[in-house]
């Protein structure tokens, strides 16, 4: 590694020897408080309705009105509330569901198709296969536990 001349050094100090000067001046001339004197927003809800004192025209149409409106909710993220009953429910019908594919796997892929079936559930030849294998089954049944306990658990919509 080569290092710069005294003349480099010169060259390069002279064009900034100014940026500390000018940050110096900044500081000065903009002082910055320790605190903030503004005062902190909070959420407040309205006691009482507030209405405008004046009528005023919306010049759009109902159908435009209702699409707003319905992108509008469509970002209103979904208030989650914990029932035990949805992820015991849910829990037992997996369980099921895998008991019944375990009982059939004797049959092979077809049995396990009928058998899903008849839980209303629609697998294709290939799914059945790999739910045929015993561990694979067993694996795909711990990793849905696993889901149901860390998504059901947190709650659900109504």
Request: charged letters at 25%; hydrophobic letters at 45%; glycine letters at 6%.
């Amino acid at each position: 590694m080569r290092l710069p001349t005294k003349e480099q050094v010169r060259y390069h100090a002279e064009r900034w020897a100014w940026v500390p000067g000018l940050a110096l001046l900044a500081f000065l001339l903009f002082p910055s408080s320790s605190i903030d004197v503004a005062p902190l927003l909070e959420e407040r809800v309205a006691l009482r309705d507030v209405v405008a004192p004046f009528t005023f025209s919306v010049n759009k149409t109902d159908q435009e009105l209702a699409r707003e409106a319905e992108e509008l909710a469509g970002t209103v993220k979904p208030i989650y509330q914990f029932e035990q009953r949805a992820l015991d429910s849910a829990t037992s019908a997996m369980h099921v569901f895998f008991a019944r594919i375990a009982a059939a796997s004797g049959q092979g892929a077809p049995g396990i198709t009928r058998a899903a079936r008849d839980l209303g559930v629609a697998l294709t030849p290939l799914e059945a296969s790999y739910l045929a294998n015993g561990k694979k089954r067993r694996n795909v049944e711990a990793a849905l536990a696993d889901l149901f306990d860390h998504t059901l658990a947190v709650g659900v919509t109504r």
